[in-house]
């Protein structure tokens, strides 16, 4: 009798596990935001794959003693997903966007459903949105802030969602197999998007209401002969002025190229997409008054990459591994002040956190 009161008890014990582990659990908000000033407008800059160590590094090689954003970091921010304590950008992005947890891949989407995006929620609210990435712009994590699909890999559901998403600006990178420039260039026209394929061509509809940008160069100019790419400080600039309004803006900037040069094991140029990075969000930190906060964070760190002492130990060596690891990354926070629970919180909470500066119920 008591083993089946025991076998009784572990089951339902399993339904409930088997029942929680089912659905998508929707974050509450747990961290509460004081703004300085009245707030209008939101930068949020994610550096993917960008931990603790890529930012030291960065300040070691360009002999930086300190950072405009240093004296502003909060705590840092846990980034698991909801099937793996190793995230994918999809997943991480989905988070921050939609403040839920969703499996590896999946862009926000779960379960069948499409996912509130914060992008939606501003342009419902009156904002003008902007998506500024180094990466494609079907690329994780910009797709995880404008778009619904099952999987990453799916282009075409990106896109279209893309093109239905109404958000004002999108900038990213083109490639060989670049789809916006060629199958989707009329459609995003005829939804009244200029469209530009380099800086000339932003420069020439900086008045239009909408616009799409391909660009072949958006690399760190600190490699060399790179003098001839768009950097991504210049992209912050176009940005605030292209979105600027009296209701204001929620901008998203990626840096993608932290991850994808720490997956090759390449320290040098990394450290060089770090800090172009850095000089962006100087260009932020510039043109913000009391009324725009900005956020500095990471999707997920990559590389496990240690802390080098001196600026000769700056090799490739650092680096522990050539995926992303499950560290926690650093959060800096501009213009407001956060309350929560230890100096931790999780990716979910980013969108809470965006909600309340906009001022969205
Ligand atoms: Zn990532």
Redesign the pocket.
Known sequence: MKNAIKIAALLLILCLVVSVCACAPTSEPTAAVTAVGEVKNVILFIG??MGDNHIANCKTMFDLESLPFEADLWGHVSTRALNDPIT??AA??TAMATGQKVNREEVAYHDGKDLTLITSLAKQAGYKVGIVTTDVLNG??PSGFSAHAKNRDNRRDIINSQLASGIDLFIGESTSTDMYRTTYRQSFEDKGYAFATDWEGMQAAKDEDKLIATLDNVRSDYGDGRDDHVQLDDLVRFSHEFLENDKGYFLMVES?HI?KYSSDLDLDNTLYEVRTLFDAVQVAYDLAEEDTAVIVT???E?GSLEKAESKKDLTNDLYGQDY?SDADVPLYIHNFTLTAEGTVIENTQIFHICKQLLGIE
């Open positions: 993917d794959g994918d950008s991480a992005a994780a994590t993608a991850d990471a999707d997920h990559t992303h």
